[in-house]
T-cell receptor
Framework: DAKTTQPNSMESNEEEPVHLPCNHSTISGTDYIHWYRQLPSQGPEYVIHGLTSNVNNRMASLAIAEDRKSSTLILHRATLRDAAVYYCILRELLTSGTYKYIFGTGTRLKVLA | DVKVTQSSRYLVKRTGEKVFLECVQDMDHENMFWYRQDPGLGLRLIYFSYDVKMKEKGDIPEGYSVSREKKERFSLILESASTNQTSMYLC???????????????FGPGTRLTVT
C-alpha cells in the first residue's frame, strides 16, 4: 500500500495563506490524492481531490508535484473555523474495481487570531 | 442533506462482550466503510463493503467482523470485545463510481467505544 506522510502540526495566523504539505513517494499511477479535514467532535469531511493537475474549489487549492510524489493543500485565507486536522489520503484502485482510502496521520492546524 | 448515522455516540462494554455498532446511510451509496481512529495513528480501515452481502478486509480486520444485509446498513461486530479495541469508530459511505476520482466519502459522527 502507498503511504502518506504529513507534519504533525502547523500554525497559521488568521487571514494568512496556509500551505499544508504531504509526501506520497510510493504513489501509483492510478491513485488519486484526496484531502479531508476533521473538525473537533465530527467525522472527516471532503475538501478537494486531484490526479495530476492542480485543482481549485471554493474551499481550497491543491498543488500536485510533477512527479506526483508530493502535494500541497492551500488555504488562501485561514479563518478560525479552519482549525482542524487535515488528512492527505490516497485513493487506491483495487482489483475488485472498487476503491480503498489510505489515510495518513494528519496535520493538526491551529489558527491564531 | 446527505446523512450517515451511527447508533450510539458513546458506548461502554465489558471485556468479552459481543458488541454491535450500526451505521445507516440515506444516500443509496454502494460503498460503506468502517474505520477506527486512535491518537497518533490516524484513521485505519477495518472493513468495507461495495455491495449487499459483499465485504473486503481493510488494514486491521482482526477481532472484527461485518454484516451488510441491506444496502443502507453496515454493521461492525466485535465478537469478544477486548480493552485494545477501545477507540473511536467511524463509519463512511460513498457512491460506486461516477466522475473519476471523486467518490467522496461521507462520514458519520463516530462512536466512542470504551471496553473495560
Amino acid at each position: 500500500d502507498a503511504k502518506t506522510t504529513q507534519p504533525n502540526s502547523m500554525e497559521s495566523n488568521e487571514e494568512e495563506p496556509v500551505h499544508l504539505p504531504c509526501n506520497h513517494s510510493t504513489i501509483s499511477g492510478t491513485d488519486y490524492i484526496h484531502w479531508y479535514r476533521q473538525l473537533p467532535s465530527q467525522g472527516p469531511e471532503y475538501v478537494i481531490h486531484g490526479l495530476t493537475s492542480n485543482v481549485n474549489n471554493r474551499m481550497a487549492s491543491l498543488a500536485i508535484a510533477e512527479d506526483r510524489k508530493s502535494s500541497t493543500l492551500i488555504l488562501h485565507r485561514a479563518t478560525l473555523r479552519d482549525a482542524a486536522v487535515y488528512y492527505c489520503i490516497l485513493r487506491e484502485l483495487l482489483t475488485s474495481g472498487t476503491y480503498k482510502y489510505i489515510f495518513g496521520t494528519g496535520t493538526r492546524l491551529k489558527v491564531l487570531a | 442533506d446527505v446523512k450517515v448515522t451511527q447508533s450510539s455516540r458513546y458506548l461502554v462494554k465489558r471485556t468479552g462482550e459481543k458488541v454491535f455498532l450500526e451505521c445507516v446511510q440515506d444516500m443509496d451509496h454502494e460503498n460503506m466503510f468502517w474505520y477506527r481512529q486512535d491518537p497518533g495513528l490516524g484513521l485505519r480501515l477495518i472493513y468495507f463493503s461495495y455491495d449487499v452481502k459483499m465485504k473486503e478486509k481493510g488494514d486491521i480486520p482482526e477481532g472484527y467482523s461485518v454484516s451488510r444485509e441491506k444496502k443502507e446498513r453496515f454493521s461492525l461486530i466485535l465478537e469478544s470485545a477486548s480493552t485494545n479495541q477501545t477507540s473511536m469508530y467511524l463509519c463512511a459511505s460513498s457512491s460506486l463510481g461516477g466522475l473519476a476520482g471523486v467518490n467522496e466519502q461521507y462520514f458519520g459522527p463516530g462512536t466512542r467505544l470504551t471496553v473495560t
